[in-house]
């Protein structure tokens, strides 16, 4: 049985899915050009911020994992994306290597020590906790980026804080089934 930290992390990785569903069927509405349409905030377009929330998530993963190979890929990021169609798949891949990854954690795994790779520099250790939690703050960070750019569309910006409350099911019900998501 998880314990509260591991259930905690479970939740985080299926709001972030549902989250990410939510926002990328938002912006399947947009044409290509629409979708990288210069716009303001971190990155210039929509596409950009989206395919950088993929390509960092990607990144932490594989680190995650201790995939040996996460350093040599850094500076080789996936493909960019053209159009949230193709955007939304490889996200919603992405987004459940995450809840599987942290559905297998103990609280003994998220205390563990993992150095972050970066080139040119060999960071201090930190926790798998610590990392998924920057890593959920990183998504958090730029989807309200990417939510504040749809709304200068014609496109409506979805909710996306209906994840966690009773009282709002019915709200995300029929997408957390769509994701194979556990109710909440």
């Known amino acids: 049985m998880a314990t509260g930290l591991v259930s905690h992390f479970v939740a985080m990785a299926g709001n972030n899915a549902w989250s990410n569903h939510r926002l990328l069927t938002a912006c399947k509405e947009l044409t290509p050009a629409e979708f990288a349409e210069r716009r303001t905030g971190f990155f210039p377009s929509l596409r950009a911020t989206l395919n950088h929330i993929l390509w960092v998530d990607i990144y932490y993963i594989d680190a995650l994992h201790r995939d040996p190979t996460v350093l040599k890929r850094y500076d080789d990021p996936p493909p960019d994306f053209p159009d949230a169609h193709q955007l939304y798949d490889a996200q919603r891949k992405s987004d459940r290597r995450l809840i599987d990854f942290c559905e297998r954690q103990t609280d003994a795994t998220l205390a563990e020590g993992l150095v972050r790779p970066r080139p040119n520099r060999t960071p201090p ?59 909440r």
């Open 125 to 183: 250790p930190s926790s798998i906790a610590s990392i998924l939690e920057h890593l959920f703050q990183h998504q958090i960070h730029h989807r309200g980026q990417a939510h504040a750019m749809l709304s200068s569309t014609s496109v409506k910006p979805p909710q996306l804080d209906e994840f966690f409350l009773a009282g709002e099911e019915d709200l995300r019900r029929d997408e957390q089934r769509l994701l194979g998501l556990p109710q």
